[in-house]
């Protein structure tokens, strides 16, 4: 995970986010890519004759407000010891993300934000999203891994490797409800080879998956929960709920590693 890719918004978490990204950076010998995005779509009006305007006085007290947690941003990384540079964009801001990350190993974001499902389903990166108030400690003390033995969860536990790593303590927890999909075995035995001991916990379903999951994550107290996102459909999760859609509206809890 050398190159991370930080969500500057607006956000009063920028600060969680720009303090983990340093420290995965820092861990590593890594580069931290701070994005910061006015998407101009948001500054365009209709009028009743169907014709387009910008609102110009709104946009550019937008620009000149990015302009400045730009500067802050800067003046703040520069202070540090992890290279680092500053990018813009105009775009919408999962497509804005989506798109620097194409390169990138890692995206930081704040959960609260609202966009780490949909981001996870736009990127083939890593999403990192972190509880506000609670930056992620490196190395993380305590990690769990939801395996159901999907692809996402598989593309999930080798993206999280890095991490486990380094992790006090790494459980791999399973909930028994549908056949099929790599063993856990195999997962503990693709684990064993990156030199990462993982303790298998199987777990009898109470309620849901997700409720199931959450007691065990919070038993274990743990800083970091590794998922794979959506592996059933989105449209069946909003529907019906689901582990990534539970995960994601949660406020508290641990941070989430999600990949698709």
Same mark, same amino acid.
């Given at each position: 995970?050398?190159?991370?890719?930080?969500?500057?918004?607006?956000?009063?978490?920028?600060?969680?986010?720009?303090?983990? !990204?340093? !420290?995965?950076?820092?861990?590593?010998?890594?580069?931290?890519?701070?994005?910061?995005?006015?998407?101009?779509?948001?500054?365009?009006?209709?009028?009743?004759?169907?014709?387009?305007?910008?609102?110009?006085?709104?946009?550019?007290?937008?620009?000149?407000?990015?302009?400045?947690?730009?500067?802050?941003?800067?003046?703040?990384?520069?202070?540090?010891?992890?290279?680092?540079?500053?990018?813009?964009?105009?775009?919408?801001?999962?497509? =804005?993300?989506?798109?620097?990350?194409?390169?990138?190993?890692?995206?930081?974001?704040?959960?609260?934000?609202?966009?780490?499902?949909?981001?996870?389903?736009? $990127?083939? $990166?890593?999403?990192?999203?972190?509880?506000?108030?609670?930056?992620?400690?490196?190395?993380?003390?305590?990690?769990?891994i939801g395996w159901d033995g999907g692809d996402e969860s598989a593309l999930a536990l080798r993206s999280a490797v890095p991490l486990l790593a380094s992790a006090s303590a790494v459980r791999l927890l399973t909930v028994a409800e549908k056949a099929g999909g790599f063993p856990a075995t195999e997962a503990l035995r693709y684990l064993s080879r990156h030199?990462?001991?993982?303790?298998?916990?199987?777990?009898?379903?109470?309620?849901?998956?997700?409720?199931?999951?959450?007691?065990?994550?919070?038993?274990?107290?743990?800083?970091?929960?590794?998922?794979? !996102?959506?592996?059933?459909?989105?449209?069946?999760?909003?529907?019906?709920?689901?582990?990534?859609?539970?995960? $994601?509206?949660?406020?508290?809890?641990?941070?989430?590693?999600? =990949?698709?």
């Amino acid at each position: 995970m050398r190159s991370i890719l930080v969500n500057a918004d607006n956000h009063p978490e920028l600060d969680t986010r720009i303090d983990t !990204a340093l !420290a995965l950076a820092r861990s590593v010998g890594g580069h931290v890519t701070v994005l910061i995005d006015t998407p101009i779509s948001r500054y365009i009006a209709m009028d009743p004759m169907g014709g387009s305007y910008v609102v110009s006085e709104a946009l550019e007290q937008a620009c000149a407000e990015d302009d400045a947690r730009a500067a802050e941003v800067e003046a703040r990384l520069a202070r540090d010891d992890v290279p680092f540079d500053v990018i813009r964009s105009e775009a919408e801001p999962v497509e =804005a993300l989506a798109r620097a990350a194409r390169l990138a190993d890692l995206v930081v974001i704040s959960r609260s934000s609202g966009i780490a499902g949909e981001l996870a389903l736009s $990127t083939r $990166t890593p999403v990192l999203a972190l509880t506000d108030g609670k930056p992620l400690a490196v190395p993380p003390r305590s990690v769990c891994i939801g395996w159901d033995g999907g692809d996402e969860s598989a593309l999930a536990l080798r993206s999280a490797v890095p991490l486990l790593a380094s992790a006090s303590a790494v459980r791999l927890l399973t909930v028994a409800e549908k056949a099929g999909g790599f063993p856990a075995t195999e997962a503990l035995r693709y684990l064993s080879r990156h030199g990462i001991h993982a303790e298998l916990e199987e777990l009898q379903r109470r309620g849901s998956t997700e409720e199931t999951l959450a007691v065990a994550v919070t038993r274990h107290d743990a800083d970091l929960l590794v998922m794979g !996102a959506y592996g059933k459909s989105r449209v069946r999760e909003f529907l019906f709920g689901g582990v990534t859609a539970y995960f $994601t509206a949660e406020k508290g809890g641990p941070a989430l590693l999600l =990949a698709h």
